[in-house]
């Protein structure tokens, strides 16, 4: 069984979700191949889509949240100007030679741009094979009601399926999965054990902070306002790849003499061991470091979100319970203290956190692309019954 996964490189989450779906279905046998399509149809449009979302996001925040605004509610003019349509029929006749080649048994999209180039060329008859989408936030991002060549797109929750009925997406393509994790977050890992693979006491609070992959956010000023509460805490700060963060926390940690510990690391490998000591992560709302929490059962504090699908995404935890945020009116350090001196609350998180993910979504998934494979080949037919937005009422 051959599986081409294709993303866009516009942050990390896109390819962390396609690298974990390959990672498990070459667990099962499958050879799979992970393709940045932009990046085989034109570096010059995939430098633009990767470099404009990032520079956007962070130094434009508000021209972002307008353009995603726009594009949700008022497709109709801006497709109209839409560039996506345009390069991706011209790019449908480039990549059709290498799907070709290939000759995949099924296609997974992680990102709505990647979807959208298959969705064409499947309209074209250039794509034979089974081909899903996979939505890797906790709402609907503008574009996915366009994807309409596609046998399922595969959504957070079963609570998203009424927004995306209301979007225009037929309820019968909704699969609602859960956003794939790599499987390395659904291995239990004890606190103790976690602890001592990091050299951390399992006797004192440990708050992870992280910025993404990016290093989005101001890691030095959160744990500042952590050391305001005179804890007796354990502080790990992931800075992904921002050196400038990394240095200057670095620094602070050096000369920081308090009761507190703090542990300062760039990229890092071991997500899972991190979650498995802490108590709770601070974090921004991007949709694979929220999912790889929930597969943790690990409460999040919530900061910086970047306009558009973080708001959103924000905005789906909050409602149903999963997390807290922080603000300039509620200060992290304000926040933390509500979460370690409210038991109830603490108790609450886990269980909403437990009730409405899906921990177990990449297995999920893997189990139902390979039932469509096998249904096509004429073997078992094993496909999965997945619940509906009418099945949780």
């Excluded at 309820?171 to 004890?190: M, Q």
């Excluded at 989005?216 to 921002?242: A, E, S, T, W």
């Excluded at 789906?316 to 945020?325: E, P, T, Y």
Aim: proline share 5%.
């Amino acid at each position: 069984m051959k599986i081409l996964l294709l993303t866009v490189t516009a942050g990390y989450g896109h390819h962390a979700t396609a690298r974990a779906l390959a990672d498990l279905f070459a667990q099962r046998g499958a050879e799979t191949k992970i393709v940045d399509v932009y990046e085989y149809i034109s570096k010059v449009v995939r430098t633009a889509i990767s470099q404009g979302y990032l520079l956007s996001s962070k130094y434009t925040p508000e021209l972002y949240r307008l353009f995603y605004i726009r594009t949700s509610k008022n497709k109709e003019k801006l497709n109209k100007m839409n560039m996506v349509k345009l390069v991706n029929t011209l790019g449908a006749f480039k990549f059709e030679h290498f799907v070709d080649n290939f000759e995949p048994d099924a296609i997974v999209c992680t990102h709505v741009l990647a979807a959208h180039l298959i969705s064409e060329m499947k309209n074209r008859q250039m794509v034979d094979a089974p081909c899903i989408g996979v939505v890797t936030d906790y709402c609907i991002h503008p574009y996915w009601e366009d994807v309409v060549n596609m046998e399922a797109l595969v959504t957070a929750s079963e609570l998203i399926t009424y927004t995306a009925v209301k979007r225009g997406i037929p309820r019968e393509r909704i699969l609602p999965l859960g956003i794939p994790v790599h499987p390395k977050f659904n291995r239990e890992i004890a606190r103790e054990d976690a602890c001592a693979q990091l050299g951390l006491s399992p006797d004192r609070r440990t708050v992870l902070v992280m910025g993404g992959s990016m290093g989005y956010g101001n890691g030095y000023k959160l744990v500042r306002q952590i050391l305001q509460l005179d804890l007796d805490c354990q502080i790990l700060v992931v800075c992904g790849n921002n050196k400038r963060a990394y240095h200057r926390l670095q620094a602070f940690a050096d000369e920081y003499r308090g009761g507190c510990t703090i542990r300062v690391m760039g990229f890092v490998d071991n997500v899972e061991v991190l979650m498995s000591a802490s108590d709770c992560i601070v974090t921004k709302p991007g949709g694979l470091t929220v999912s790889e929490a929930i597969a943790k059962n690990l409460p999040m504090l919530l900061v910086n979100p970047i306009p558009g699908q973080e708001e959103q995404n924000l905005e789906f935890l909050l409602n149903n319970g999963m997390a807290l945020v922080v603000s300039k009116t509620a200060p992290l350090d304000d926040v933390l203290y509500h979460l370690f001196h409210n038991p109830t609350r603490l108790y609450t998180l886990r269980e909403s956190i437990r009730a409405v993910g899906h921990p177990d979504a990449s297995e999920r998934l893997v189990d139902y692309v390979t039932g469509l494979v096998r249904q096509r080949q004429g073997g078992l037919p094993a496909q999965e019954e997945t619940p509906g937005y009418d099945e949780i009422w």
